[in-house]
């Protein structure tokens, strides 16, 4: 009998208790050993609950049980969960994390104490929820050299973002109706922000990359800017707007993360994926383009992934993979958008007319595609950064005024 | 310095050697160690190859060489692959494989050998190609109770399916264009009859509920019999016809395997896979839904796919997994599909107006929706085996011809 212990007992770690009893069997027989929640670290009181005898208030409790073979945190936020995951890999004590804030910005110290003591930090629940993307990326795809990432990691932006299009509703409107939903907090700028979808795209960047890429390092633009004009325009022009977190490899070496809404084209899936779900897109040299889809948030979907790295720690008492990278003081391997190479979708302030705009942006991309409705257009081939300064100033001399543009995603 | 040996140097053979070469520094920094293909096994001959001097035509070298750690079997076809495969893993020789005829037919005798030997049998490649999908279903997923799969897993159908729709093109036409870009073979039949799909979901409900299920043992239709009405009938009614291969576990405890083309309403993220790629769509009770989506064929990511494999087999010289099957002569756990409960896309052998339709419905269907169109319908709510007996004969009943009926998956 193993034991295992659930740091904080809020959303996700009361889910993992639930999900645990609820499939008990199934885990066991997958982790091959019997298996038994020892200890639920809250400061709270939850004189009611089921498991009232497991709650625990001092971590010291659990570091002293010698049984304990890992930990699911689920606390959230840096401290003390950076503290108490660094007290356990020390003992050899295994940890699984949803906490993508502290994996985000203690990754690189958290993975080299797995690793100097033979246990592991597992954190497939940190990014995408329920979806499997840290295994994917670092085993099935292990081979690949991995040329770029996209992906759609916040649920409430995209649920913002689908309402303000299905629904015609306005980004309030949109956003108190998550809120009413329970998708988003009162305070919701982690998500409208970008910062969540950030810390994301950190642990991505690292874990593909090797080095740690701190949230400081990544310029990050949230979807509070986003009109239903802009919605509106991007499906008369059959793409829809998504915030997107963005990886790519620059010719020079250099990685460019970003968080940016995006336009992204029907053709491309990402463009499909609708509500609170989330999706990756995987570019790499051999396997071309392969698209992760699930809930991205959630009790029991978050509680699926850290019960799975659970399992894992459980089963292999050695550090099993070298997922580990390499901390960073110096980011300049890190690119700004200034070296980003995008196509546009651009929204101006009136109908001017798509032959207006088509004649103004003509000397500038020649032979480019230009897809054009009569207040907006998209062009499709990627531009450096003098190039779409030359189709603003274009605009601009052809009498036009821009209310918005946005990239666009390779379709 | 640790040997890998190739078996076959045909498409996803010489892919995997063409891939170890292109990214051998990032390749031997995940598996943490130096490694060489040391060998390539094919009966002809290739003396301008710059792999010349590694081909072997006798296993018996391989075998007998102690510095080879692990093998990628890509020879297709059950023997002699499974003969070499068993040899290799009583030796302690890992294998990664591509062969999904041989892993529908001899998993359970492979991964037995494997446990027995303290090495590891892995065949990420046989399904799915290059998206990750074993390792997902068996480690992330590990804490579901995994309750239904569906999937577009074979790729050329997939194609011949959108080229129907898209350009309008007959099935006969659209397969020859598939033949000659080298989608499809000059003998189609495993791809358009379901066989090769069929293999596949063979493969993921054996893993996922750990028994056994033989290719006979499942009911399979392929495409041959769709026409281009079906197609533009599904199109009018908001959806696409694809070929799917599905497992639902039933209430009773069986579980029903199946491949059938279905009418995949647009709801659903895998009406929207196009072309030659693949999707899985994995239920579970704690994930909800997660879909895997990528390249399901060709040379580089199929290599990409059984790399990641041999990585993971040199990395880990011991059985790092439980994800053996049981054998299971007696198939009664397998249902067949009059025991299915399902939708209906049903289309007229004429327009007999969307009125007449309803009206020959209602009396069985009672409130549940039924989307229409002159020439056909689909009804939504699942219908077990005497309701869709009792639709057909209302429409009979009505005067009404039935041209074709399917499936249909849910939103």
């Known amino acids: 009998m193993k034991k295992i212990a659930v740091l904080g007992y809020g959303t996700v770690g009361s889910g993992v208790v639930e999900l645990f009893y609820k499939n ?7 982790a091959g050993c019997a298996l038994e929640i020892g200890y639920i670290l809250d400061l709270r009181d939850f004189p009611d609950s089921p498991y009232a005898d497991k709650f625990v208030k001092d971590m010291g409790v659990i570091l002293a049980d010698p049984d304990v073979t890992a930990v699911a945190e689920c606390m959230g936020g840096v401290e003390p969960a950076y503290s108490y995951l660094m007290q356990c890999l020390e003992r050899g004590i295994s940890a699984a994390t949803s906490n993508k804030e502290l994996i ?12 100097a003591h033979a246990c592991n930090c597992f954190f497939e629940a940190s990014v995408g929820g329920a979806i499997p993307i840290i295994r994917p990326l670092h085993r099935c795809l292990a081979a690949n050299d991995i040329t770029a ?35 988003a907090e009162r305070n919701p700028g982690a998500d409208v922000d970008g910062i969540d979808a950030c810390r994301k795209i ?11 890429v701190y949230p400081d390092s990544i310029s990050t633009t949230g979807i509070r800017s986003v009109s239903l004009e802009d919605a509106a325009a991007a499906d008369a022009l059959d793409g829809a707007i998504k915030l997107i977190a963005a990886v790519e490899r620059l010719e020079d070496g250099r990685i460019l993360p970003l968080v940016s809404p995006m336009y992204v084209p029907h053709a491309n899936l990402l463009s499909r994926v609708d509500g609170v779900f989330n999706c990756l897109e995987v570019c790499g040299d051999a396997v071309d383009r392969t698209y992760l889809c699930g809930r991205g948030a959630g009790k029991l979907p978050t509680a699926s992934a850290v019960m799975g790295d659970v399992i894992e720690a459980v089963k292999h008492q ?9 901390s960073a003081e110096d980011q300049s391997f890190v690119a700004q958008p200034e070296a ?8 101006l302030t009136e109908d001017y007319g798509a032959e207006t705009i088509a004649n103004a942006v003509a000397p500038v991309i020649g032979d480019a595609d230009v897809d054009m409705i009569a207040n907006a257009c998209v062009i499709s081939a990627r531009l450096d950064a003098a190039q779409r300064d030359a189709i603003c100033k274009a605009i601009a001399d052809g009498g036009m005024q821009i209310a918005a543009w946005l990239p666009v995603l390779d379709a």
Chains 1, 2 share one sequence.
Not at 24 to 30: D, G, T
Not at 202 to 212: D, E, T
């Open 24 to 30: 008990r069997e199934k885990i066991e027989q997958k």
């Open 104 to 115: 985000a910005q203690k990754g690189d110290k958290l993975l080299a104490m797995a690793k």
């Open 318 to 326: 050695c550090n099993v993979f070298s997922q580990d990278w390499a």
């Open 149 to 183: 990432m996209y992906g759609i990691l916040n649920g409430t932006t995209n649920f913002i973002l689908n309402q303000m299009l299905s629904e015609g509703m306005s980004f309030d409107d949109a956003l108190k109706q998550a809120q009413d939903l329970g998708y």
């Open 340 to 347: 980003q190479t995008c196509g546009m979708f651009i929204r």
């Open 202 to 212: 950190c642990i991505l960047s690292s874990l593909v990359y090797g080095k740690h």
